[in-house]
């Protein structure tokens, strides 16, 4: 551990990569959730994923700000930073959809939400091909 | 690219699974729990692509990238893999006592009892499904750090 807490570089992107896997298995165990039919389980996994959201952009933030620019411009950091940044929109409107879901019994709010939750789980899908396989 | 693919599988729908069980582990009515629980078993065909995704995938970088046979830290991955899934098959077991209980006790008047409480919160159980993620987690942490 001490060896790990010297050297710096793996920090940055061990937590993002953590917090990306954490956000994935939040969003997905809120997907199976809603799909099944169960919104009080999806909003409180969706909530979940927040806090995972919050640590997967901030290591993403100090590895791009340890690089010193030198990823500026590549495809796959482009769409890796639109999908973390305004992407969390879909959670959002996602956790806004549940809890009107929980407090209604609305069949709509639970389409939408299942449908969003889906939505997002792809767009989290196309980051982490787009960051691992360094499209472009 | 495919290896992260199957990892993301791996952890997420480890995650996933331990979201749902901790849901269903507080929920009031034991067919609450017992749906709860039933949702646990979705997440399994995620985690097994994952399982078997990294293991054959992690192979092939091993011998594409040129990692020598020796390398202490793939072999100790692959020790973890191992740990990860028996530990993982051993709480899964567990969850599956306590579904079947909770599913006989909501066909009964879904008013939960001493023997399902125990079960939720036996230590012993909930214990080797943490020591799975601990396994999952040291895997991953020896695969970025390459020591």
């Known amino acids: 551990m001490t060896l790990l807490a010297y050297s710096r570089p793996f920090w940055p992107l061990f937590l993002h990569v953590l917090g990306a896997m954490l956000l994935f298995g939040a969003t997905l165990a809120a997907f199976v959730a809603a799909a099944a039919g169960y919104g009080r389980a999806a909003f409180r996994s969706l909530l979940l994923a927040v806090p995972f959201w919050i640590l997967m952009l901030g290591a993403g933030t100090w590895l791009n700000s340890d690089a010193d ?12 930073m639109n999908i973390a940044g305004p992407g969390v929109l879909a959670l ?13 019994g609305n069949v709509r709010a639970a389409r939408i939400c299942t449908g969003i939750t889906g939505v997002y789980i792809l767009l989290l899908a196309v980051a982490w091909l787009a960051m691992s396989g360094k499209w472009g | 690219m495919f290896h992260i693919t199957a990892a993301f599988f791996f952890v997420g729908g480890s995650v996933a699974a331990g979201i749902l069980n901790t849901l269903a582990i507080r929920a009031e009515r034991p067919s609450e729990t017992a749906a709860l629980l039933r949702l646990v078993r979705v997440t399994l065909p995620v985690i ?14 091993w011998h594409e990238r040129g990692y020598s046979l020796g390398a202490g830290w ?42 399902l409480k125990g079960i939720l919160a036996d230590p012993k159980g909930n214990a080797v499904s943490w020591l799975a993620g601990l396994a999952t987690l040291a895997i991953l942490v020896l695969m970025i750090w390459k020591p």
């Open chain 1, 69 to 80: 620019g030198v990823w500026n411009g590549q495809t796959w950091l482009q769409l890796g």
């Open chain 2, 48 to 61: 097994f692509v994952g399982v078997f995704g990294t293991l054959v995938f992690g192979i092939w970088l």
């Open chain 1, 92 to 104: 959002l409107v996602a956790i806004g959809t549940a809890y009107w879901w929980t407090r209604s």
């Open chain 2, 74 to 115: 793939i072999w100790a991955s692959l020790v973890l893999w191992v740990v990860a899934n028996a530990l993982g098959g051993i709480g899964g077991r567990h969850q599956e006592r306590a579904r079947e209980l909770a599913e006989r006790l909501a066909a009964e008047g879904d008013v939960p009892n001493d023997e």
